[in-house]
């Protein structure tokens, strides 16, 4: 059920950058802002970006966030051990009236 | 700091209904917009629905999946949010989460498991 598409997994050794795409359409994220969330197992999901590139109080400027048409990005800098989470993409479907969300993508550091 | 606490979770059969209840703290509870989503075992998340704050009329959206069987309401005085569900189907079983709407969806709980099995 999830609209917005992202890779299954993305990785990189530490201190590497890793990016993670997150596909829409014309109804959503052409239209919409887009928010970033880390997800770790057992806790409850952490806003990391909000409005396509902004950061909430807390979050390190080592992630960040862009949007181009149709499409968004997070960039997680400098990866470290600590970053290996789930992260997922969440904007607004004006064709379906609800919020719509990313497949998730495992990052891992190797 | 955000904290949205979920409860009322539990097992129940096909056709029946379930009240789940969020507790929030850390915000102005009377003027934000709350919400639920749910996660099905083995698949993504999917948007249930939301209220607006009292300025905004308490009103409500669902997804068309639950639209007619799920309600969502509030009570400001002890600063929570429900989730009335009614006419349970075996697709109904997830993990529902409450949310905090701010710049799209800003918090969210831990979630309560719902099954829905005869």
């Known amino acids: 059920q999830s609209v917005l598409t992202q890779p299954p997994s993305a990785s990189a050794t530490p201190g590497q950058r890793v990016t993670i795409s997150c596909s829409g359409s014309s109804s959503n994220i052409g239209r919409n802002i887009v928010n970033w969330y880390q997800w770790r197992p057992g806790t409850a999901p952490k806003l990391l970006i909000y409005s396509n590139d902004q950061w909430p109080s807390g979050v390190p400027d080592r992630f960040s966030g862009s949007k181009s048409g149709t499409s968004a990005s997070l960039a997680i800098s400098g990866l470290q051990s600590e970053d290996e989470a789930d992260y997922f993409c969440v904007t607004w479907d004006d064709s379906l009236n609800g919020y719509v969300f990313g497949t998730g993508t495992k990052v891992t550091a190797l | 700091e955000v904290q949205l606490v979920e409860s009322g979770g539990g097992l129940v059969k096909p056709g029946g209904s379930l009240r789940l209840s969020c507790a929030a703290s850390g915000f102005t509870f009377i003027s934000a917009w709350m919400g639920w989503v749910r996660q099905a075992p083995g698949k993504g998340l999917e948007w249930v629905g939301r209220?607006?704050?009292?300025?905004?009329?308490?009103?409500?959206e669902y997804a068309a999946p639950v639209k007619g069987r799920f309600t969502i309401s509030r009570d400001d005085s002890k600063n929570t949010v429900h989730l009335q569900m009614d006419s349970l189907k075996i697709e109904d079983t997830a993990v529902y989460y409450c949310?905090?709407?701010?710049?799209?969806?800003?918090?969210w709980g831990q979630g309560t498991l719902v099954t829905v099995s005869s």
């Open positions: 209220i607006r704050g009292k300025m905004d009329g308490e009103t409500t």
């Open positions: 949310t905090f709407e701010k710049v799209l969806i800003d918090s």
